[in-house]
């Protein structure tokens, strides 16, 4: 069983400043089943970056996802006041998808 | 444009079964998409549940199997979720979600779930 460790679990920045999320695998892993979502309070996760590096549609420029192996990061260029949210990685490997706990992004 | 929407109790007794429905609008459930269910207690993270495709194929969590049943209703364009001997760590909200399938679905398939439904809080309690 592939478990996905997301750190840090929080990360405290300002508006404007660049974040950078990591999220490790157990063992090493497709990119191409690597994904990640934003999550609001209140509100159902949205799709961000599938197969480790696409952006889905209508998603900013600011967001990038990189990463092979075990290691996956997503960064967000520029902070906006909207990206502060919680952030998880997910990956699908044998009939299996699995979340990792993920990184919540507040406001310094 | 494709909604899902979840709909059942919020109240659900301890030991009981909760019983949940996912309406897809906008779209079939018979298409070459998966279906999934995924949870969230409160103030944690998600749990993927399990997954159904139109075809019959089906995918659960290890850690929920032998408690837990999803199904999909063709002709009323739902699927479902059922979840027996329920405890109060049952207790979160629950979501449908849409796997779709971008690229050479055929040779290298690309999936994620491109849709989510609002979610339905169900509380597990006496």
């Known amino acids: 069983e592939i478990v996905l460790t997301q750190s840090p679990g929080t990360l405290s920045l300002s508006p404007g400043e660049k974040a950078s999320l990591s999220c490790r695998a157990s063992?090493?892993?497709?990119?191409?089943?690597l994904t990640w979502y934003q999550q609001k309070p209140g509100q159902a996760p949205r799709l961000l970056i599938y197969?480790?590096?696409s952006r889905a549609t209508d998603i900013p420029d600011r967001f990038s996802g990189s990463g092979s192996g075990t290691d996956f990061t997503l960064t967000i260029s520029r902070l906006e006041p909207e990206d502060f949210a919680v952030y998880y990685c997910?990956?699908?490997?044998?009939?299996?998808?699995?979340f990792g706990e993920g990184t919540k992004v507040e406001i310094k | 444009q494709v909604h899902l929407q979840e709909s059942g109790p919020g109240l659900v007794n301890p030991s009981g079964t909760l019983s949940l429905t996912c309406a897809v609008s906008g779209g079939s459930v018979a298409g070459r998409e998966w279906w999934n269910w995924v949870r969230q207690p409160p103030g944690k993270g998600l749990e993927w549940i399990g997954e159904i495709h139109h075809t019959g194929h089906i995918n659960y969590n290890a850690s929920l199997m032998g408690r837990v049943t999803i199904s999909i209703d063709k002709s009323k364009n739902q699927i479902s979720l059922t979840l027996n001997s329920v405890t109060a760590a049952d207790t979160a909200v629950y979501y449908c979600?849409?796997?779709?399938?971008?690229?050479?679905?055929?040779?290298?398939?690309?999936?994620?779930?491109?849709?989510w439904g609002r979610g339905t809080l169900v509380t597990v309690s006496s």
């Open positions: 997910q990956h699908y490997d044998r009939s299996t998808w699995t």
């Open positions: 979600a849409r796997d779709y399938c971008s690229g050479d679905c055929a040779q290298l398939p690309i999936w994620y779930f491109d849709l």
């Open positions: 197969a480790a590096s």
């Open positions: 063992q090493s892993v497709s990119g191409t089943y």
